[in-house]
C-alpha cells in the first residue's frame, strides 16, 4: 500500500537518479509517493539532457505530464500541459523529452519494468486493454464541475478516464473564492499536485509543488481556495463520492504509568480533544470563505450547520462524554452487578448544574437488594456500530490487510465510515495537523 502522504513540499524531498529503463540521458526524480508492494509510483522528474528511448511496453499504466519543457511521442511535440497516458501491455512509440524539461511521472499497478519492442506491431499483453492517449491539456478548455461541493467555482479538464475501473486523472481548477467547509472521505484513493495558486485546508497549505496521496476513506477538509486561485493534477483510483461529516470531534487519551508530576507512584491519566491542537491560522478571509459555504447551502436548501474553528464554542467531545455521565448516574451508579467502584472523574467538571443525587444512602452497611425495582439502565448513544459502517469486504476482500484500499461502490450500497489518519506523512515546510476539521 502507499502511505497516507499529507502532505508535502517537493522541495522537501532529495533527488534520486531517475528509474528509467532503455533510455539515453540523465535524469533525476523527486518520490513524491511509492507503493512498495506493487511499484505504483508518483514522481517528479528533471531532464538534465535531451532524454528519449525507443518503442516498448510498459510493465505498469504509464503517465506522464509536463510542467516544463516538451515531450515528443512518435513525431508529435506538445509542451506545457502536455500528457502522455501508455496503458501496461501495450506497444506504445518512441518518447522523448528536451533538455530542462520537468514531468510529473506516475506508474500505476506495475513497476518501471520497460520491455524494448522493434515496432508498434508488436503483440499485446493478453490482458492489455485502452490505447494510448496524448494530449495538449493547454489546448482545453476547463468545464464546471457537475457536483463541485457546497458552492460554485471548481472546474475540471479530464486527462484519462479508465471505462472498466473508473481511475481517472484530471485537471482541477478552483477559482479565488471557492469554499467547502465540510469534511469528506472517498471510496477511492486521492492524490493531488498542485500546478497553480494558493489553497488552506486544515493539514497544511496547498501551493506550487506541494503533493498529498490520501487513502480510500481518509477524512479531510476545510477547504479554501485563496488569491489566484488553485490547480491541481488529481487522480484518483476509481469514481470520486464525496461523503460528508460535520460537527466533527476526534478524542483519544489513555493512562501513562511510567510518567507523570508523580512519576510512577500514580498513573496518569490524560485525554487531549482536537479543540486542544487548535492554532489561529486561518485568516479573516479564509475564515469568511468558510462561512460563506454553509450559508450558499442553506440557500439551496441543504440541511447544514455553521462553521466553528476549532476551538471556540463547547467541545462536542467533552458534551458525549458528559451525556455518557447522565446515562450512567441515571442508572443508578450500578453496573450490570450493582457494584459502586466505578471512577468516572477525568479531571473534568461535567456536572452541568445537573443534580444526580439519587435520595438513598450509599453507605451499604446492610445487605440488600435493589434489583427488583431498578428500571431497565438506558443505553449511552455512541452513533453508528462500525461493523454498519464497513464495506462487505472489508475483512474477507482481496485487500481485507489494508483499510486504506479502494473498493468499489455503487449508489445505494452502503455508505462506509471515514478512517481518521491522526499521523500522516508531512513535509517541514507545509504540512501541518492542528485539529481543525478533524
Same mark, same amino acid.
Given at each position: ?8 513540499? &517537493? ?109 508498434? %506491431? ?53 477559482? &479565488? ?52 486561485? %488553485? ?6 483510483? +476509481? ?15 489513555? &493512562? ?6 508523580? +512519576? ?57 462524554? %458528559? ?66 459502517? %464497513? ?48
Amino acid at each position: 500500500m502507499r502511505p497516507h502522504v499529507e502532505l508535502i513540499q &517537493e522541495d522537501d524531498y532529495v533527488w534520486h537518479a531517475a528509474e528509467l529503463p532503455g533510455g539515453e540521458g540523465r535524469a533525476s526524480e523527486r518520490r513524491l509517493s511509492v507503493d512498495e508492494e506493487d511499484g505504483s509510483s508518483s514522481l517528479r522528474v528533471d531532464f538534465h539532457t535531451d532524454w528519449g528511448r525507443g518503442p516498448g511496453i510498459h510493465h505498469a499504466n504509464t503517465e506522464f505530464y509536463v510542467l516544463d519543457g516538451a515531450l515528443t511521442y512518435g513525431d508529435r511535440t506538445i509542451g506545457k500541459g502536455g500528457y502522455l497516458y501508455l496503458p501496461r501491455g501495450v506497444p506504445a512509440d518512441a518518447v522523448r523529452f528536451a533538455e530542462g524539461t520537468r514531468v510529473l511521472h506516475y506508474r500505476e499497478y506495475g513497476d518501471a519494468g520497460f520491455d524494448p519492442v522493434d515496432s508498434l %506491431a508488436a503483440p499485446r499483453w493478453a490482458a492489455a486493454r485502452e490505447d494510448v492517449i496524448v494530449i495538449d491539456s493547454e489546448a482545453m478548455t476547463f468545464d464546471a464541475v457537475p457536483n463541485p461541493g457546497p458552492m460554485p467555482g471548481l472546474f475540471i479538464k479530464y486527462l484519462h478516464v479508465d471505462p472498466v475501473t473508473g481511475f481517472y486523472t484530471r485537471l482541477v481548477y478552483a477559482e &479565488e473564492g471557492w469554499s467547502d467547509h465540510r469534511l469528506a472521505h472517498h471510496p477511492c484513493y486521492e492524490e493531488a499536485y498542485t500546478t497553480q495558486g494558493h489553497m488552506e485546508y486544515n493539514f497544511g497549505t496547498l501551493d506550487l509543488g506541494t503533493y498529498f496521496f490520501r487513502p480510500a476513506r481518509v477524512k479531510h477538509g476545510h477547504f479554501t481556495s485563496m488569491e489566484g486561485g %488553485a490547480t491541481w493534477l488529481l487522480r484518483s483510483d +476509481g469514481e470520486l463520492f464525496n461523503w460528508y461529516t460535520q460537527n466533527e470531534w476526534v478524542r483519544w487519551g489513555g &493512562e501513562g504509568i511510567n510518567y507523570g508530576p508523580e +512519576g510512577t507512584d500514580r498513573p496518569l491519566r490524560w485525554s487531549q480533544s482536537s479543540h486542544d491542537l487548535a492554532q489561529p491560522w486561518r485568516t479573516a478571509p479564509d475564515l469568511d470563505r468558510l462561512q460563506q459555504a454553509w450559508k450558499f447551502q442553506n440557500e439551496q436548501g441543504a440541511p447544514d450547520d455553521p462553521f466553528v474553528p476549532h476551538g471556540l464554542g463547547p467541545d462536542p467531545s467533552m458534551i458525549a462524554i %458528559a451525556k455518557a455521565l447522565d446515562a450512567a448516574n441515571l442508572q443508578g451508579g450500578h453496573g450490570p452487578t450493582g457494584g459502586h467502584s466505578h471512577d468516572h472523574s477525568h479531571g473534568h467538571d461535567h456536572s452541568h448544574g445537573h443534580d444526580h443525587s439519587h435520595g438513598h444512602d450509599h453507605g451499604h452497611g446492610h445487605d440488600h437488594d435493589h434489583s427488583h425495582d431498578r428500571p431497565e439502565p438506558p443505553a449511552a448513544d455512541w452513533g453508528a456500530p462500525h461493523d454498519s459502517l %464497513a464495506h462487505p469486504d472489508e475483512r474477507t476482500g482481496e485487500h481485507a490487510h489494508n483499510w486504506g484500499a479502494g473498493r468499489k461502490w455503487t449508489a445505494g450500497d452502503p455508505i462506509p465510515g471515514p478512517i481518521l489518519s491522526s499521523l500522516p506523512v508531512r513535509s517541514r515546510s507545509r504540512g501541518r495537523w492542528d485539529g481543525d476539521g478533524m
